[in-house]
């Protein structure tokens, strides 16, 4: 893949999963089994990650103009979304109500993780001063 190409991939890959970001609430609604925890039970959990997940998709649709610019924001949701992943596989396989979070947000959130991980360009290598 040409660095032109994986730069136009890591464009397109930044605002999709913004965008996606963006219906986090409306995702739980319509799927609470895959992306609401404890069925549902205080709603404001739902309420705060979605919020959390809004600004975030925000700021990644802004960073898809010029995502060299934006390397430690990319980073945080590299990292971010493989620690939540882990976090929540851990806790949906151990409780039998919780599952549905193995075929919903955790995928989800590994993909976003893997997905950028591969697209963003490594740091580029300083030049010695002349």
Known sequence: MTPQTKRKALQISLATF??????????????PSGWVW????????????????????????????KPEEHRSLISFTVWSSAVHAGIMAIQALGDHHETGHLVGDVPALVLVAVVLAVLTPGKEPSRPAA
Request: glycine share 16%; hydrophobic share 55%.
């Open 38 to 65: 404890h069925q549902g039970e205080g709603s404001y959990y739902l309420q705060m990650i979605a919020g959390v997940y809004f600004v975030l998709g925000l700021f990644l649709i802004g960073a898809a103009r």
């Open 18 to 31: 913004g965008a996606i970001f963006l219906f986090v609430y409306p995702l739980g609604l319509v799927w």
